[in-house]
Every structure is written in C-alpha cells, then in structure tokens.
C-alpha cells in the first residue's frame, strides 16, 4: 500500500492550501484516513482524522481546516485556510487499511509534503 501526498508549498499568512493524498495497492478497505503534522523540534501532532462520516480536528485548527474523503479514488483531501505561521510543519497523510476481510488494521504513512506559512 502506497500513500501519495501532494498541494504543500508556501503561502502567506491568511493564504489557503489544499493537500490530496491517495492511497494505493492491494487495499481491501479503508478504515479512517488522517492527517498529521510536524513542526521543527516538534513532535508529531494529530491534525484531522476521517473515519466513515465522522472527523475529528485538532483544537488548533478547529473552524480552519477541513477534512474530506473521496472513497472511490481511496483519496483524502485537507483544506486549509486562514493560515497562520504555526501551521508550518511537514504534512503527513495516514491510513488505516484492511487487506482482506479477515485481515487486522494496518497502519501506513505518505512521505509528507511541507507547508511554509510566512508572516
């Protein structure tokens, strides 16, 4: 399984950017699809989780972000906006995959795309 992340860059404070990651291979279902992030000497931090209908945010990007799922492209998708310096981190896309039905969860990781925000 193969995690594909793309749409980081810099923009200014206030800017908005839109990430896409699909995800790919001998996938049998998807159970949640995430995003994480992590800041210089930071640890690596829970952004946006979608599972089902559901999403959860982290407090910091609450009314900003926004986390979506195409489930026929196995596709996630995080929309940020008012975005402010301390969103600048390495962007992380995650999924938690079945291979088979009887399969347990396994978790895979994308090779992160960084977002710059400049004040």
């Known amino acids: 399984v193969q995690l594909q992340a793309s749409g980081g860059g810099l923009v200014q404070a206030g800017g908005c950017l839109r990430l896409s990651c699909a995800a790919s291979g001998n996938i049998f279902s998807i159970d949640a699809m995430a995003w994480y992030r992590q800041a210089p000497g930071k640890e690596r931090e829970l952004v946006a989780i979608?599972?089902?209908?559901?999403?959860n945010y982290a407090d910091s990007v609450k009314g900003r972000f926004t986390i979506s799922r195409d489930n026929a492209k196995n596709t996630v998708y995080l929309q940020m906006n008012t975005l402010k310096p301390d969103d600048t981190a390495v962007y992380y896309c995650n999924a938690r995959v079945t291979l088979s039905p009887l399969s347990p969860v396994y978790q895979y990781w994308g090779q992160g795309t960084l977002v710059t925000v400049s004040s």
């Open positions: 979608i599972s089902g209908g559901s999403t």
